[in-house]
């Protein structure tokens, strides 16, 4: 397994629209093991493939307390949605910024596991959250783009700064 490097915000590969995963093969879950590595070891409850630079549709997710509930998302879609709910949110890709999103309470998503095999998933409270986040990424989108024009300069000249700062 290997620890994986995460691109962070406002890296313009973060953008891009991952493409659809097509062969369910040893690559692809060498992937997996390690993009769940980089999370554990981040610490995330969850982790996109375009944060560590590989644009296709999977993610992996762990809300438990233990640490020990991985769960893996291949072409996720979400299929229902319902309520709302408000919640502080954080982004790997965006160190050290936190603020408030609003986003679906309870979820339905439709997804493959790393055999290829569809399955449904309900999810409601932090779990919903954090798989919306992560679809997000898949489509190019960060939490800070749910915030205000003046909000979202604010972040990105911050997380310039430390970045020339870390060179
Ligand atoms: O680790 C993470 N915590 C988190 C907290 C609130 C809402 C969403 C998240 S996801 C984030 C990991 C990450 O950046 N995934 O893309
Ligand atoms: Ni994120």
């Given at each position: 397994m290997a620890?994986?490097?995460i691109l962070t915000y406002p890296d313009p590969r973060l953008l891009e629209l991952s493409q659809a995963v097509?062969?369910?093969d040893a690559e692809l879950h060498r992937l997996l093991d390690d993009m769940a590595e980089t999370m554990y070891q981040a610490p995330g409850v969850g982790l996109a493939a375009p944060q560590v630079n590989v644009h296709r549709r999977l993610i992996v997710v762990d809300v438990s307390e233990q640490r020990d509930a991985l769960q893996e998302?291949?072409?996720?879609?979400?299929?229902?949605?319902?309520?709302s709910q408000e919640c502080e949110e954080g982004c790997l890709s965006v160190p050290g910024i936190y603020a408030n999103v609003t986003r679906a309470e309870h979820i339905r998503v439709r997804a493959r596991n790393r055999h290829g095999e569809a399955f449904e998933h309900e999810a409601s409270g932090l779990e919903a959250v954090?798989?919306?986040?992560e679809i997000d990424h898949l489509d190019g989108k960060v939490f800070v783009d749910y915030l205000s024009p003046l909000k979202q300069e604010r972040i990105r000249k911050k997380l310039q700064k430390q970045a020339r700062q870390s060179m």
């Open positions: 620890l994986l490097g097509e062969q369910f998302f291949i072409n996720p879609e979400l299929v229902a949605t319902d309520g954090c798989i919306q986040h």
